[in-house]
């Protein structure tokens, strides 16, 4: 085909005939004969209309084999979403420079075309339907685009260490959490609702706490916050300054970083 040695009806032929053979190798579940002949299918493809467009268009210029290579790599960039190798890979073996700008039209369009009209390719679909998620597109974690300080809670209640459970009561019912500080407003650590009720009344609150408090500064990234969260089996962070990491200027939960996710969903 890229030598113009078969054309017209012999063309059509071949390519139907590889397209219900191909469809006969997918459905039976083999690895094998999967991308080769989507080759033939697009170079048929192609140069069917390369001829239809240089008989229906004369004064174009148009070249059938021209059409052939571009529909051949056009429909491997669809299938594989290999944009650039598509290109390279057809202008390589055949080392046609005029052929170089149609390709790249011709392949960025397949990929296009793809990208919309399927959400997995012909090599990642079969996983997909085990199960596994196969990502195609990549961009940067919106979580590590953010600080700590865009989300955080700047109004925080805190609990004195020496209050007891009884004076503490009224204020455990209002949140989930809760940082302790010395009499000094200096962090001692972290204690939850569940930490305090049921307690006896006279219990302190400092004898609640069980490991040193997990924190974060504002300007730590939200992906560094939630990492902390998940590596510490926790719901919240305190949030404090470098310079004075004892001093709580904010609290950052898990629905802090859910509702950070808003902005870009706005975003998009």
Known sequence: MLGGHLVGT??????????VSWAISLGSGTSGGTLAPLFTIG????????????RWLP??????????????AAMFAGASRALLA?????????????????????????????????????????????????PTEYAADY????????????DVVTLRADATAAEAAAIVATHQGFPVVDANGDLLGVVTRRDVVGVPPATRIGELLRRPPAIAFP????????????????????????????????IITRSDLLGAHAGRLDGE
């Open 10 to 19: 012999a063309v059509l032929f071949l390519c139907l005939m590889k397209f």
């Open 86 to 134: 598509s290109v390279v890979f057809a202008f390589e073996t055949t080392l046609q420079p005029l052929g170089l700008l149609p390709l790249l039209g011709g392949c960025t369009a397949g990929y296009l075309v793809s990208s919309l009209l399927m959400r997995n390719t012909i090599m990642t679909e079969k996983l997909a339907r085990r199960g596994v998620r196969v």
């Open 219 to 250: 300007d730590s990234s939200l992906r560094e916050a939630a990492d902390l969260m998940v590596r510490e089996k926790i719901g919240r962070l305190v949030v404090v300054e470098r310079s004075a990491p004892r001093k709580v200027v904010g």
């Open 43 to 54: 170079g048929g493809a192609g140069i069917a209309l390369g001829e239809l467009l240089a």
């Open 143 to 154: 979580l590590d685009t953010l600080h700590v300080a865009d989300a955080c809670a700047r």
């Open 59 to 72: 004064g174009f210029g148009i070249d059938p084999r021209i059409c052939a290579l571009v529909g051949m």
